[in-house]
């Protein structure tokens, strides 16, 4: 692997660290292409995510994800709308998304692996596994055997696999195209993610209106042959940093230790968490608020889905294009502030409209959020601790994401669907304000 700048974690600032790092030897089939943050901020937003797609492999793996996560939230969508159909209750939503979530508490372990083995072969078979338990979960429910239970069961084995998957998957990039155009990678691939969160849940708003739901779930499980067939096509070293040698255990109290000494990736890893409790469940809340707020049927309810997606993509690709070196810990802040003051206006929408915007308004909001954390946390690791910094990274935004959708689907159940946006609403904007009081090394980010 290429040197970098050593020396404590966090001495080095983040400006500094973004224009020295040296590129990865395996990295030199893409070396034509890299620039340094200096030199990116001469180039317009468009010209730096060609720059990005020129590599062959990440235009590949960019591709495939973008195919397969078409699938993913399509069969998201449906997922949610089938439960509250057969339910007609916000809880079980909850309960189902608590369920395929809880595994990813092994996330942090998903890192250590993702440290010490191939990524690319460990991302074919996590990615083999999910396309299997798509195809049983559309036969189940083409043979009107998946009750809540079922599809539960299916979740949590499908959080195992992403368990491990996630962490390999975040920090594959860095080996694609160099630490240098890393910055402009996560969020283009970022804005991948959120280009499927429009056509995902629009598609799955029309299936299940003219063949019914458990086509969806095929078509997730035929989704996943375009990231597995790019994945196989990737011809860049994948290899781990570190040897392998020590005990898992041991490389995992090394990570744990790198990750709770810096000073900068230690409070990013918690902020990762507010989103998670406070912002995210609306998805639990979405088909109630579809369905009983709004009066809309499933075609409106995929609309909604699609909106918060197409407010996301703007945001990453807007982080895409960003060259700016310090600023990003007081965007960090705003687009905090954001999410809270949209989540308390969704509470009093009434209008189709209204809600459609201020839904974009939020994915914009939440996508600037998120990933600013990923990047810096990603940026400011040292090659052989990236997998798991961004484990820990993951492991504190999914991880209580269950306790949110839990949350959310009592305070709905029991005062009303409106009753847990208010309460995230405030809860975010106070966070965020007592971050910004305490915190003064994320201000200078």
Partial sequence: MGSEIRGE???????????????????????????????????????????????????????????????????????????????????????????????????LLGGVVADRVDKRRLLLIAQSGLMVIAFVLGA???????????????????????AFETPARHSLPAHLVGKKLLIQAIPLTSAAFNVARILGPAIAGALVSHVGVAKCFYANGFSFIAVIVALAMIRSDTSPACNGDNPIWADFWAG?????????????????????????????LMPELASKVLGLKATGYGSLMSSVGIGAALG??????DTRGKGRGKMLLLAGMSSALVMLALSFSRSYPLSVVLFMLLGASNVTYNQTINTLVQTLADNEYRARAVSAFIFVFVGLAPIG????????????VTVPLIVGGFGVATLISLIALTQPEIRRL
């Fill in 9 to 107: 974690p966090g001495r080095t600032g983040t400006l500094l660290r973004l224009q020295t790092l040296q590129e990865p030897r395996h990295s030199r089939a893409s070396k034509r292409y890299r620039l340094s943050a200096t030199d990116n901020r001469q180039l317009t937003n468009r010209q730096l995510m060609l720059n990005v797609l020129r590599n062959r492999d990440y235009r590949l793996y960019w591709t495939g994800t973008l195919v397969s996560w078409v699938g993913t939230h399509l069969q998201g969508a449906a997922q949610a709308w089938y439960i509250y159909q057969i339910t007609e209750k916000t809880f079980y939503v909850g309960l189902v998304g608590f369920f395929g979530q809880l595994p990813m508490v092994l996330t």
């Fill in 140 to 162: 189940l429910v083409d043979a009107h055997l998946a009750g809540v239970w079922t599809i539960a069961v299916l979740a949590m084995l499908a959080g195992m696999m992403s």
């Fill in 405 to 416: 959708s839990l949350m959310a689907g009592y305070l709905a159940g029991a005062f009303g």
């Fill in 256 to 284: 744990m230790g790198y990750i709770y000494r810096h000073p900068t990736i230690r409070p990013l890893v918690l902020m990762s968490g507010i989103p998670s409790l406070l912002v995210l469940p609306y998805l639990t």
């Fill in 316 to 321: 990453a690709f807007r982080l895409a294009g």
